[in-house]
């Protein structure tokens, strides 16, 4: 079994850091060949730290890891993509926020998947860019569901096989997918879908990113499709999140912002 090097550069997606000591940072990086990894950044918090703004959360950088008794610590950092603009507005904080949430949720240490980082990499760079967060949102859930093996049965009754007739249905998150009325109403768990999110759920299933951006979906409609992802992803998980609660205290603040004014 070969050895594995003392010191290696990797590609990474900043997802989360915590204050270690006096001066050093936990950080959760997904990265392009290695997947999932912890490493340490000595004395970042200190202010004449080179480090410090190329591993802030949500960053793509470039790292020089070594090799630590238990956690890899960065000798280099060099950000590839800061993506401001999602640290200037509360509520693109909070989408990035969930983006790589459940990132870090669904994923294990050291578990390589470049598609997933790619994924990662192109959601937080259209959110940045000014396109739709809803859509975005939304699309990143499904792909990032298929990548990791929990895609959704949209077209058939997990429970009978019949192909979905165009009608309100119902959705289960235990068995992975869509039911019938007729075997939903009493199916323990359940929960409605109408047929418009469903619409919109096959077309993000389907489509590419550029195809489904022509998607005009209602705000009603949106909250649906939320509220609909989330209920699946946190019974994947076995475990609420914390962005979503933020997301919804943010839109909020706006709301009464906006009903003030």
């Known amino acids: 079994m070969p050895r594995q090097p ?4 990797v590609e990474a997606i900043v997802l989360k850091h915590s204050d270690y000591g006096e001066a050093d940072r936990f950080l959760s990086l997904y990265t ?3 997947g999932k990894l912890r490493a340490i950044a000595k004395g970042v918090r200190k202010m004449r730290s080179r480090k410090a703004g190329h591993v802030e959360p949500f960053t793509r950088v470039s790292l020089q890891l070594a090799t630590g008794r238990n956690l890899y610590i960065v000798t280099q950092a060099e950000a590839v993509d800061s993506y401001i603009n999602l640290r200037e507005d509360l509520m693109l904080v909070g989408y990035a926020s969930y983006v790589v949430e459940i990132l870090d949720k669904f ?3 050291e578990e ?3 598609a997933v980082f790619r994924l990662v990499a192109r959601t937080l760079a259209r959110l940045a860019r000014g396109d739709e967060p809803e859509l975005v949102v939304r699309y990143y859930e499904m792909r990032l569901l298929e990548l990791l093996g929990f895609r959704p049965e949209l077209h058939k009754c997990v429970v009978s096989e019949d192909v979905i007739k165009a009608e309100d249905q119902y959705f289960s998150a235990k068995l992975g997918g869509v039911v019938s ?6 199916l323990e768990g359940a929960v409605p879908v109408s047929m418009q999110a ?3 759920m096959r ?5 590419s990113y550029k195809e489904a951006t022509r998607a005009q979906v209602a705000s009603k409609v949106q909250r649906e499709l939320e509220a609909l992802m989330q209920h699946y992803v946190t019974y994947l998980l076995e475990r609420s999140l914390n962005s979503p609660s933020f997301l919804r205290r943010v839109r909020r603040d706006a709301s ?5 004014a």
Request: aromatic fraction near 12%; hydrophobic fraction near 10%.
């Open 107 to 109: 994923t294990y240490e």
């Open 32 to 34: 392009r060949h290695r």
């Open 256 to 260: 009464k912002t906006i009903d003030e």
């Open 198 to 200: 469903l619409k919109y």
């Open 203 to 207: 077309h993000f299933q389907r489509s």
């Open 181 to 186: 009325p007729k075997h939903g109403k009493r």
């Open 6 to 9: 003392r010191s290696f550069r």
């Open 112 to 114: 390589e998947n470049s």
